[in-house]
């Protein structure tokens, strides 16, 4: 019996270049992992079981079934598990929490299976996924280019405290896609932002807020009240910057000292909302 993290994520940049041939959307994005975790305990077992604590969430419905049967499928192994999780990133927040789960899995099983799958191999499995799955095997800070398969780790951003803002509005399926549909040719750049982000990491390992960016912001903010109702409120509460994690509805803000972090925490707790203190993680 063995336990592994599946740790969130936030994009620092997000940039949509435009819709492929293939259907999907050209990307470039420096995406970080936090250290706000999913657990995974692998248990051995005659079958495979599912154990959660988040009643909403249905293992059918999620990529770990789908890990489960992928790794069954590629090594032919029929080896059964009980796999204990313990859930704590929201479902449909765009914090990567199904993509990062299904990576746990695969390496979980893998460990408990004593498959002796390769990193690369595991990486290429999780690929068949989903497009952002295979970036969980790494962590850190990471380019993500092509319609998100493609990684290049970078330097790790200088260490941040990060509060996540999960608002209290619809989280449907299918948000990703649909945020995606509503983009119009007005809402794709051509990658600068994310280049200066990536730049300014190499050359000074530094990191502004106001380098941030986010094209669903164009969206959440511009053409929704719901998002900018909270934008407008955490600002003048006092979060110094905020930033649309993904394709949302998460929202967090970057501080450099926890005990501002800590202060602004408690302010947004008083007001009734869900938010998270948790920091930058430079591991997967």
Known sequence: MFTIEAPAKINLTLEVLGKRPDGYHE??????????CD?????QGNDI??????PDWLAEQSLVAKAVKLIQETTGCSKGATIVIRKRIPLMSGLGGDSSDAAAVLR??????ELGLSQTKLQETGSQLGSDVHF????GTALMEGRGEKITPLNPMPHRWVILIIPNVPRLPGKTKRAYNLLQP???TDGTYTEKLVTNLKSRGELSPSELF????????TRGEELTKYRDHILKIGAPNLHLAGSGPTLFTLMEKKTQA???LIQLQHQGMEVYLTETRNYA
């Open 262 to 264: 800590e202060n602004l």
């Open 39 to 43: 657990s995974f305990q692998f248990i």
């Open 214 to 221: 986010n094209t669903f912001e164009n969206i959440s903010f």
């Open 27 to 36: 990307i470039r994005s420096v995406i970080q992992t936090v250290n706000f």
């Open 108 to 113: 979980g099983l893998n460990q408990l299976w």
């Open 136 to 139: 969980f095997f790494l962590g």
């Open 49 to 54: 079981q599912f154990k959660c604590d988040m």
């Open 186 to 188: 007005t809402d794709y």
